[in-house]
């Protein structure tokens, strides 16, 4: 090796050392994606791992996305319930994204829409505050609960994301409760989806989800 080749790879050797930057880039940080739901969010009744949320946790690493999943949902949970237990939440996880799939259960329990809204509209307001991009996830409840109340309960999503300027997904399951096979589609209790309509809850939610990732 000539001198003059032996001294520049020493040159470049110092930089290196002194500037670790210089010699590899750092990979970014993952972006924590905090899930507050209920059973929808939960994989009730279904294998583990095959829920919506494990296979965004999939799809995230396929399209290497440098992001984490915590899924914090339960089963039966209600937006009071997940109002109440969204701020320990941002403070250990540090979120850079929140989806707020809360409320079906509010309806199931014939709960009054004013606080539905109220909960879910201090919930999406807690979690911007502490720094982080919120997506509402929206449900609706069968006809049977009477064209007013439907209607009513369908507007709830969309009326806090335009509120508080955050994204929606105005019904999670379409396509799903609303398909051409939507009893094949649910469990015997016809509340829970299978396994085979995740994929398509997770369609629902990955656009405005994508937005949301930087």
Partial sequence: MKRRDFIAIAAIAAASAAFPSLAVAAAPAPQTILIVGDSLSAEYGLARGTGWVALLERRLADQKIAAR???????????????????????????????????????????????????????VEAAKAAGARVLVVGIQVPPNYGTDYTRRFSAIFEEVATQT???????????????PNAAAMFQPDRIHPLAAAQPLMLDNVWPEMRKLLR
């Fill in 69 to 123: 999943v915590v899924n914090a949902s339960i089963s039966g949970d209600t937006t009071a319930g997940g109002r109440a237990r969204l701020a320990p939440l941002l403070a250990q996880h540090k979120p850079a994204v929140v989806v707020i799939e809360l409320g079906g259960n509010d309806a199931l329990r014939g709960l009054p829409l004013k606080n539905t809204q109220e909960n879910l509209t201090q919930m």
């Fill in 165 to 179: 300027r955050s994204a929606v997904v105005p019904f999670f399951l379409q396509g799903v409760a609303d398909g």
